[in-house]
Nanobody
Framework: QLQLVESGGGLVQPGGSLRLSCTAT????????VGWFRQAPGKEREGTSC????????YYIDSVKGRFTISRDDAKNMAYLQMDNLESDDTAVYYC??????????????WGKGTLVNVSS
């Protein structure tokens, strides 16, 4: 059974950076597509980025393109989300998730418990 644990969240000023980490245990992460999702207060959860398990394909939603970078290190069973030039609208709980398919559907197979990112001055 794949288990995911996020870390790296915290309080950051607008324009700052954070790097989130996702540690996978139980099964090799290489078998899965990995996505980073977020849920802001009072809003639905949304996917921000996806690193497919095929062809190294990577996807971002428009609002984070050029600011967020998803990466994975399958040898270490880790995934990361580098977030730069953070904005107040990026404030949310961020979740790492994994799916057996080659995409990141809204309902992924496995989820971490989340880490809070608070962008505030």
């Amino acid at each position: 059974q794949l288990q995911l644990v996020e870390s790296g969240g915290g309080l950051v000023q607008p324009g700052g950076s954070l790097r989130l980490s996702c540690t996978a245990t139980g099964v090799s992460l290489a078998r899965y597509s990995v996505g980073w999702f977020r849920q802001a207060p009072g809003k639905e959860r949304e996917g921000t980025s996806c690193a497919s398990n095929q062809d190294n394909a990577i996807y971002y939603i428009d609002s984070v393109k050029g600011r967020f970078t998803i990466s994975r290190d399958d040898a270490k069973n880790m995934a990361y989300l580098q977030m730069d030039n953070l904005e107040s609208d990026d404030t949310a709980v961020y979740y790492c998730a994994a799916d057996r398919s080659n995409v990141c559907p809204r309902l992924m197979d496995f989820w971490g418990k989340g880490t809070l990112v608070n962008v505030s001055s």
